[in-house]
């Protein structure tokens, strides 16, 4: 079992940078493979971007690729979604996962989510 909490959100202007944290209880965080998603009002959950048990390995969303960088840090059980660059279509609650998908952006490859955090991008 793994618990996750999110910090980090907040509202930032249009072309701002946020960084968002994700901090894992229990001793097998880095067994797991890390991902990001979000969810706009209205809208279903999408993936946003995931990341390797070693760090070796990231994978995006076209639509953050080249602005947001996804990172972790296995010694203090944390995975780390650096956002630039922000436009208003990435206001939602961002939540992270851990898992071992076969693709990592299946949301149903995920077996432990967080609550998430809200991100608002004003224009």
């Known amino acids: 079992q793994v618990q996750l909490v999110e910090s980090g959100g907040g509202l930032v202007q249009a072309g701002g940078s946020l960084r968002l944290s994700c901090a894992a209880s229990?001793?097998?965080?880095?067994?797991?493979?890390m991902g990001w998603f979000r969810q706009a009002p209205g809208k279903e959950r999408e993936f946003v971007a995931a990341?390797?048990?070693?760090?070796?390995?990231?994978y995006y969303a076209d639509s953050v690729k080249d602005r947001f960088t996804i990172s972790r840090d296995n010694a203090k059980n944390t995975v780390y979604l650096q956002m630039n660059s922000l436009k208003p279509e990435d206001t939602a609650v961002y939540y992270c996962?851990?898992?071992?998908?076969?693709?990592?952006?299946?949301?149903?490859?995920?077996?432990?989510w967080g609550q998430g955090t809200q991100v608002t991008v004003s224009s």
């Open positions: 990341i390797a048990r070693s760090g070796r390995s990231t």
């Open positions: 996962a851990a898992g071992y998908p076969k693709d990592s952006d299946v949301i149903r490859g995920y077996d432990y």
């Open positions: 229990g001793r097998t965080f880095s067994s797991y493979r």
